[in-house]
T-cell receptor
Framework: GENVEQHPSTLSVQEGDSAVIKCTYS??????FPWYKQELGKGSQLIIDIRSNVGEKKDQRIAVTLNKTAKHFSLHITETQPEDSAVYFCPNAGGTSYGKLTFGQGTILTVHP | DTEVTQTPKHLVMGMTNKKSLKCEQHMGHRAMYWYKQKAKKPPELMFV???????INESVPSRFSPECPNSSLLNLHLHALQPEDSALYLC????????????FGPGTRLTVT
């Protein structure tokens, strides 16, 4: 299947706090786990991704962790800034979804100054 | 150049009009995509082109007609649209269909009156 569930649907934090968004998937064959960020009025941009042979990947203030046993992966943003405010998506990719990204409902992150 | 450009940025058209959306990339990508995104919803895949050939059509109504004249260009021809077709239309590209790292353009905001 291509089901992806994302939580929470909205997240509000104070500047400097950390934010965590979790994505649960159902396709056991999935082997690629991306996170996209969409700012208001713009297209989505890939911000970080991880493959199934790695448990964690970090890029400055953002990190992604993968738990293949539990079938979930999470986006971690530390020291949040107002410009982190956006909608974040964890589209289903890989496995039986060859060539397709199926976007879930997304998480609206608001970082208050 | 890692940019996907889309024109026009905004388009208002009547239900009897014929118009076209354009997308261009110069990254040498051989897969290109059209997505439709309604307000506060995730992007939904419409079409996938691979090596200038239509690879996936997600049961899109025939009033939307894609065209890939060459490896850098992707068009979406619109005819006899309905008001419910009003949305943000996003173009994306990737190295090829096996690559899930997609680069999105800023989108065309379409309003059908």
């Amino acid at each position: 299947g291509e089901n992806v569930e994302q939580h929470p649907s909205t997240l509000s934090v104070q500047e400097g706090d950390s934010a965590v968004i979790k994505c649960t998937y159902s396709d056991s064959a999935s082997n690629y786990f991306p996170w996209y960020k969409q700012e208001l009025g713009k297209g989505s941009q890939l911000i970080i991704d991880i493959r199934s042979n790695v448990g964690e990947k970090k890029d400055q203030r953002i990190a992604v962790t993968l738990n293949k046993t539990a079938k979930h992966f999470s986006l971690h943003i530390t020291e949040t800034q107002p410009e982190d405010s956006a909608v974040y998506f964890c589209p289903n990719a890989g496995g039986t979804s060859y060539g397709k990204l199926t976007f879930g409902q997304g998480t609206i992150l608001t970082v208050h100054p | 150049d890692t940019e996907v450009t889309q024109t026009p940025k905004h388009l208002v058209m009547g239900m009897t009009n014929k118009k076209s959306l354009k997308c261009e990339q110069h990254m040498g990508h051989r897969a290109m995509y059209w997505y439709k995104q309604k307000a506060k919803k995730p992007p939904e895949l419409m079409f996938v082109y691979s090596y200038e050939k239509l690879s996936i059509n997600e049961s899109v109504p025939s009033r939307f007609s894609p065209e890939c004249p060459n490896s850098s260009l992707l068009n979406l021809h619109l005819h006899a649209l309905q008001p419910e077709d009003s949305a943000l239309y996003l173009c994306a590209s990737s190295h090829d269909r096996s690559s899930y790292e997609q680069y999105f353009g800023p989108g065309t905001r379409l309003t059908v009156t």
